[in-house]
């Protein structure tokens, strides 16, 4: 997913958030494919030259919609995830710090052993299956401790400012 971030960063986004299901749409219709297919096609990072073309497309004919329609794709992923810290908060709920847990518990379990050997990542699904894995660590840890999107803003910010003389 880290190339979509740099080819497509509205659309990855809006995966990550509230939207996912129009980024989906918006990606499926670009590369002509099902929306349920999607996550696959992201997943295996095979796309013709064509196919990367047209996500690009995508990209500026949705930051036009956004625009039209006056939306924050960012705001809007970061008041999903307020929402659901307020969530929390309000219900002191064992479930999510629970779910939390297992989450990351089961990708720690799932390095480690890969690393240790007792397991080896055979097969595609395995593959995918540890990498879905992954992404939901990453979200949880997002959640807990924020992410790094504004960070990744700032630094690209500085990289394209004109120094001071």
Known sequence: ?????QLAPTIATCLGGPL???AESVI????GCEPEAVQDI?????LTAEQVAS?????????????SMNLDFEQLAVADRKSARDMQIATKSYLTPSLAVIIV???????VATLAGFSKIESAMAGTLIGYLS?????????????????????????????IK
């Open 28 to 31: 499926a219709k670009a590369i």
């Open 105 to 111: 518990t089961s990708f720690i379990g799932v390095v």
């Open 135 to 163: 992404a939901k660590a990453e979200q949880v840890i997002s959640f807990y401790f924020g992410s790094s999107a504004s960070s990744q803003r700032k630094d690209e910010m500085i990289h394209n400012s004109t120094p």
């Open 1 to 5: 997913m880290e190339w979509l971030k």
């Open 42 to 46: 992201i997943s295996s990072n095979k």
């Open 20 to 22: 996912a299901g129009m």
């Open 55 to 67: 996500i690009q497309l995508a990209e500026l004919e949705l930051k036009k919609q956004a625009q």
